[in-house]
């Protein structure tokens, strides 16, 4: 008896070797791999790899499995699998794929989808003015809220792939928009007609996109694989897909793609190259053009490339990898982030080469700065994401000329041209709940509000007349609150699922000084 015990104690601890080893990716085939695809990359689910999971682990991950989640077609799986499957597969999904995946220009033209109902509209469905809109990206629950920027009504609510990600790009008329998710779905939706029009995978694990200067293309930045694909806006089609590599071979992550209207171009942050890439847009691309359009290499076969220079690409070598850029009126330099986070590097894009350093510490989110005059200077602001403060530095000569004191650190910065006022958000700490309200003259706090105490508070966004600021209460019982801009009295709240980034159609494609870009 007592070795009959035994032998089955040694036949579980066998049977648990056997299954802390291979069985999370049985299990992983059999719970998971008809949302998520069996190689993890993402199907009606999104993809289950780090790259896409980001801080999504342990505990945490755990609990999604275990729980589901609410208003998505993820079951909780708490009843069905025991508490080490559960964490067996949390630790599954968060280890790196064992292969590098490709996704080439085939690959991506078979997710491409267009609605066979759409039919574009004449003119807009809607009598408010198709300027004034203004995009709500709500995370909760992965919607995007089209609200009418003259009464605050919402027009539309239409699902977005899983978790959005940066600003969605409009066409320069303002009519369309195009949205991005992490797992590199393009969504493209018609806003006077309020439906949407059809979606791509255009990269595996993405970062952002850009608009061409002409609403021709759009650029997809991965982080997987290492590419930049490039579509048609048209009919999302793909056009190419630039294999990224820095001058000496090596792959390297797109970090960020900018548009940048004045040159003509797209605008690269490479992740493992000391490099910066300017891809043209136009064969006359930019004010460099006359001096540096022989420089371009060939981003196309060489006849072509030789013959219209579209999609060419100019290397700018840098002493070190920059990401985050803020670029300055007229896209003459751009300031980037080191990877320490501790300083700026000014980089002027005619003449290709570092010109300035700041001092930043505490990693400064410069994609969230913006530009306005004070007191007869030009000046940009940034917030940081490690320390309580906002560096105004004047763009003239790249002198930091004050460091605003907050009650933490923020993540989003917006302002107006008919505004007096910068909004800057302390994003994160115990001070989340807070916007601070600076004048841009005195360069002072003279407010701060706190319509949600507790609760993240943060991203501003302007109507295209500056008379109302609109703010997130950043929550999944989070609300949208429409701010007098003047008086910075409350106007109205409107209830919406952990509303992100807010996105104005006028203010984006004029790119007011008070947007990032
Ligand atoms: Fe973002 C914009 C990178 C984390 C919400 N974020 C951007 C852009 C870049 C970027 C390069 C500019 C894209 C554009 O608009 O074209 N973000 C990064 C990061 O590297 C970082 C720190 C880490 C990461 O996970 O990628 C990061 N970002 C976040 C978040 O955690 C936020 C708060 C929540 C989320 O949804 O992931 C977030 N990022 C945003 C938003 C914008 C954005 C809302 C657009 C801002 C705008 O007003 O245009």
Redo the contacts with the bound molecule.
Sequence with gaps: MTRFIASISLLCILAGQAYAGSDAATLFQEHCSSCHAPTRLGGTGPALIPESL??LKGNTLESVITNGRPATQMPAFGDTLSKGDISALASYVTTPLAFEPSWTADDITSTRTLDTSYKPAERPVFSGDPMNITLV?E?GDHHVSVLDGDNFSILDRFATPF?????P?FSPDGRYVFIMS?DGWVQKYDIWSLKEVGRIRAGLNS????MSHDGQWLAV?NYLPDTLTIISTRDLSVIKVIDVKGKDGTPSRV????QAPDRKSFVL?LKDAPEIWEVATSPDAGPYHDGFVHSFESGMEESLAAERGLFARRRIMISAPL??FFFTPGYRNLIGSNRAGDKGVVVNLDVGREIAELPLPGMP?L??GITWESQGRHVMATPH?KEGILSVIDIDNWTLIKTIKMDGPG??L?SHESSPYVWADV?FGPHKDEMHIIDKQSLEIVKTLNPAPGKTV??T?FTRDGRYALVSV?EDDGAVIVYDAKTLEEVKRLPMRKP????NVWNKITFSDG???
Aim: proline residues 0%.
């Design positions: 980001g801080k990206v995370t978790a959005v990600h940066g600003g790009k992490r970062r952002n996109i850009a930045a970090s960020a793609v900018y942050a990401d985050d989110h994609g969230s994401l993540f989003f917006r994003f943060a991203h966004e950043w992100a980034g807010k996105y947007t990032s870009h």
